[in-house]
């Protein structure tokens, strides 16, 4: 199986064999190269622990997008648009003046488009955003501010032929100012999470791995804001948006392959599992196996600290 799976990513998975999770099948045998013994407090003393700074955006905008209606989620983008267009009106003898009007009716109907995709995101699995809006006007209000402060793509584009002028508008989808903010303000900071107390057993992760990688491979896994992580008994082991966890920004990053995650020298490797299925109403639960859940347990903090970083990274088949 280490062979299949180096020759289907030849350019990252031969410089990580060591590290990959085998998830595949029922029967294979998971490799666990994560020391979760306590570490040794002279050995703690010797290597002082560092926590990693916030890894940010690793891709260049377009590697998952999800086509809809009037726009495009570029989920590894981390970025929504939309488009909208106007028709010149052919009674105006002002041509300038009936170009500019035509432009203000596109930004209106790409406004109206944009506010419509951000309503069809997955939260999780169990959630859209337009359920969050319906039960609560502060979300309502707060999504609203996000198309309002949209900002146009690019230079209108003029069909003289048509008689047409079209817009396009662009948010971010994390961040201050994004969507992910609008449904759940971030409440805990990148310096509270650099602060934060960690156990000896996720400082030894820290220490040997620079990111998590959960390879969602053919299993269907569809990108949410926060989706949530079950081993395959059905137990939850991670769900981003209950009490104390909700409001973290940039929770995940989406890739469409494994080469495009970094090996930085020093900085520790990525930790590889395979997803062994998708769950849930909206097919963005992540399932994992148990002995591979448990090794995330016994890290637990360590784990939140790479959500809090930017270093959970989840790979879906193009």
Not at 246 to 269: E, K, N
Request: proline share 8%; glycine share 10%; with cysteine.
């Amino acid at each position: 199986m280490t062979k299949q799976l180096a020759r289907a990513n030849p350019g990252c998975l031969a410089s990580c064999i060591p590290l990959l999770f085998l998830l595949g099948c029922a029967t294979s045998t998971t490799v666990v190269p994560v020391n979760t013994a306590p570490v040794e407090a002279p050995l703690a003393a010797e290597v002082p622990f560092v926590p990693p700074s916030p890894l940010g955006p690793i891709v260049a905008p377009g590697q998952v997008k999800e086509l809809v209606p009037g726009g495009v989620i570029d989920w590894s983008g981390k970025t929504v648009w939309s488009r909208g267009a106007g028709i010149l009106d052919p009674g105006n003898a002002n041509r300038e003046q009936a170009r500019e009007m035509a432009e203000r009716a596109a930004a209106v109907v790409a406004q109206r488009n944009l506010l419509e995709i951000i309503k069809g995101i997955r939260v999780d699995s169990d959630t859209r955003i337009q359920d969050l809006m319906a039960g609560n006007d502060t979300v309502y209000l707060r999504v609203e501010a996000v198309v309002r402060g949209a900002r146009q793509r690019g230079p209108a584009r003029y069909d003289s032929l048509a008689g047409t002028v079209e817009v396009e508008l662009e948010c971010d989808l994390c961040g201050e100012g994004g969507i992910e903010s609008a449904v759940a303000p971030p409440v805990v900071g990148p310096e509270a999470a650099q602060a934060a107390a960690l156990s000896p057993a996720a400082q030894e992760l820290l220490r040997q791995y620079s990111v998590l990688v959960l390879d969602g491979g053919s299993t269907g896994l569809k990108p949410a804001l926060f989706p949530k992580l079950y081993d395959d008994g059905g137990a939850l082991l991670l769900d981003p948006r209950e009490p104390g966890r909700a409001g973290w920004t940039h929770l995940v990053q989406y890739v469409g392959s494994l080469d495009q995650i970094p090996l930085s020298p020093g900085a520790g490797q990525p930790m590889v599992f395979w997803v062994r299925e998708a769950r849930g109403r909206l097919g963005s639960d992540i399932v994992v196996r148990r002995a591979d859940a448990s090794v995330l347990r016994e890290a637990r903090d360590g784990l939140e600290f790479l959500l809090k970083t930017d270093r959970v990274i989840i790979r879906l088949a193009q």
